[in-house]
T-cell receptor
Framework: DSGVTQTPKHLITATGQRVTLRCSPR?????VYWYQQSLDQGLQFLIQ???????AKGNILERFSAQQFPDLHSELNLSSLELGDSALYFC????????????FGQGTRLTVV | AQSVTQLDSHVSVSEGTPVLLRCNYS??????LFWYVQHPNKGLQLLLK??????LVKGINGFEAEFKKSETSFHLTKPSAHMSDAAEYFC??????????????FGQGTILTVHP
C-alpha cells in the first residue's frame, strides 16, 4: 500500500458527461501529480500541484481541470467526455517539489460509453 | 526538454536467467532516476531510485540499476528472473533544474515476460 488513495476505482459514464476523480496523498506529502495511462499514449503527465498551487502542466486538455485543496487532497475534473478519454488515471504524491520519488495510487479506471 | 528512452518495448526471458531492461536519459542538469513496476491492473510501485549518491543502486525484489553518466544510461538488472517479475517496467527521470524541474517523465515502458 503506497498510502495514496484514489476514488472511485472504476467509473463508467456516457459521452458528454462530467466526472470528478479524487486523490488523497500520503500523509506529509505536499506535491500531487495526475497521470493518464492509455494503450496508445502510454503514461502521460497531466498536471502537478504543490501545496495548493499549480506547478507544472503537461498534456492536459482544456476540458480537464484540477485543483489541490487546503487539506492537500486533489480532484481532477473531466468534462464533455469523449470515448477517447477512456483510460486509467493515476494520482501520485511526493514529499516536495524537487526530484524525489513519487508514490502512486491504484488508479481510477474511466470508461466512457 | 527532458526525455527518457526505454530501448526495448518487450523483453522475454526464461525463469532463472538474468534480466536486463535498458534505459537512456537526456543529459541535462542533475538527473534523478527511478524504476517503477506495474503489474496487470495494479498501480505503479517504486523499485529503486538514484539521486546522486552511489551509482549502483539496489532495489526491492533483487533488482538493481547502475547510473552511468558517460553513457547516460540507467539499466535495470536482476541476476535470476522469477515468474512473479512478469510486469511492465518504467524508467523515470526528473531534474533538479531547468523548465522541467520536479516533473517526472516516464519512458514508454518495457513489458517483461518470464517463461517457465
Amino acid at each position: 500500500d503506497s498510502g495514496v488513495t484514489q476514488t472511485p476505482k472504476h467509473l463508467i459514464t456516457a459521452t458528454g458527461q462530467r466526472v470528478t476523480l479524487r486523490c488523497s496523498p500520503r500523509s506529509g506529502d505536499l506535491s500531487v501529480y495526475w497521470y493518464q495511462q492509455s494503450l496508445d499514449q502510454g503514461l502521460q503527465f497531466l498536471i502537478q500541484y504543490y501545496n495548493g498551487e499549480e506547478r507544472a502542466k503537461g498534456n492536459i486538455l482544456e476540458r480537464f481541470s484540477a485543483q489541490q485543496f487546503p487539506d492537500l487532497h486533489s480532484e481532477l475534473n473531466l468534462s464533455s467526455l469523449e470515448l477517447g478519454d477512456s483510460a486509467l488515471y493515476f494520482c501520485a504524491s511526493s514529499v516536495d517539489n524537487r526530484n524525489t520519488e513519487a508514490f502512486f495510487g491504484q488508479g481510477t479506471r474511466l470508461t466512457v460509453v | 526538454a527532458q526525455s527518457v528512452t526505454q530501448l526495448d518495448s518487450h523483453v522475454s526471458v526464461s525463469e532463472g536467467t538474468p534480466v536486463l531492461l535498458r534505459c537512456n536519459y537526456s543529459s541535462s542538469y542533475s538527473p534523478s532516476l527511478f524504476w517503477y513496476v506495474q503489474h496487470p491492473n495494479k498501480g505503479l510501485q517504486l523499485l529503486l531510485k538514484y539521486t546522486s549518491a552511489a551509482t549502483l543502486v539496489k532495489g526491492i525484489n533483487g533488482f538493481e540499476a547502475e547510473f552511468k553518466k558517460s553513457e547516460t544510461s540507467f539499466h535495470l538488472t536482476k541476476p535470476s528472473a522469477h515468474m512473479s517479475d512478469a510486469a511492465e517496467y518504467f524508467c523515470v527521470v526528473t531534474y533538479a533544474g531547468g523548465t522541467s524541474y520536479g516533473k517526472l517523465t516516464f519512458g514508454q515502458g518495457t513489458i517483461l515476460t518470464v517463461h517457465p
